[in-house]
């Protein structure tokens, strides 16, 4: 079982649309969560992070998380065909270790 | 500089060759990170620094690939005998403190091509 799991996609909304991107995590001990935006080609960029249960909101972007269910999703809100790019999901463990998902490919459509 | 650089952007070697990656984190950051991004893969955690102590090197893929770090800043990712299956993105990133809740901070990486 990968420690972090996310659906590959490819994930398409129209403009202007909710995006919701869901990931989970295998580790109970994980103590924080961060999506990261990676253009194609490019590093990844970090949108979010949360630490705690519930949701955090910055702009057009909310993170959620539930630490029960082992859960974290990112919400885009009126989607812009500049979001498109893949999602990553990272985790951090105890010890400083970090482990990323595979990614959610997005595709905004004009 | 503003960011963390690595260098080579880009790297072509010969099956067999050893290579040598370089990364230059933001200044103050006390922690450093390997990973490597295979086509269309997630990102895999190779090795972190704290100072200049690799407290985790789990995630190093075989004894031929080693990491150093000195002065508490430049890291050096060295792959000897490299092999095709090496070939991928190596990225860098840097945290201030290297607590798991910090924000790592990434360069633009270094695509590494084994022929």
């Known amino acids: 079982q990968k420690e972090v799991e996310q659906n590959s996609g490819p994930l398409s909304v129209p403009e202007g649309a909710i995006a919701s991107l869901n990931c989970t995590y295998s580790?109970?001990?994980?103590?924080?969560f961060f999506w990261y935006r990676q253009y194609s080609g490019k590093s990844p960029e970090l949108i979010m992070f949360?630490?705690?249960?519930g949701d955090k909101e910055d702009g057009r972007f909310t993170a959620q998380l539930n630490k029960a269910s082992q859960y974290v999703s990112l919400l885009i809100r009126d989607s812009q065909p500049s979001d498109s790019a893949t999602y990553l999901c990272a985790v951090g463990l105890t010890g400083n270790q970090f482990y990323f998902g595979t990614g959610t490919s997005l595709t905004v459509i004009p | 500089g503003a960011g963390v650089s690595q260098s080579p952007s880009n790297k072509v070697t010969e099956k067999g060759k050893d290579v040598e990656l370089r990364c230059d984190p933001i200044?103050?950051?006390?922690?450093l990170y390997w990973y490597r991004q295979s086509l269309g893969q997630g990102l895999e955690f190779l090795i972190y620094f704290q100072g200049n102590s690799a407290p985790d090197k789990s995630g190093l893929p075989s004894d031929r690939f080693s990491a150093e770090r000195t002065g508490g800043s430049v890291s050096t990712l060295t792959i000897q005998r490299t092999q095709q299956e090496d070939s991928a993105v190596y990225l860098c990133?840097?945290?201030?403190?290297?607590?798991?809740?910090?924000?790592?901070?990434f360069g633009p990486g270094t695509r590494l091509t084994v022929l």
């Open positions: 990133a840097s945290s201030r403190s290297g607590i798991n809740t910090d924000t790592q901070y």
């Open positions: 949360i630490y705690s249960n």
């Open positions: 200044s103050g950051h006390t922690a």
């Open positions: 580790d109970r001990g994980s103590q924080s």
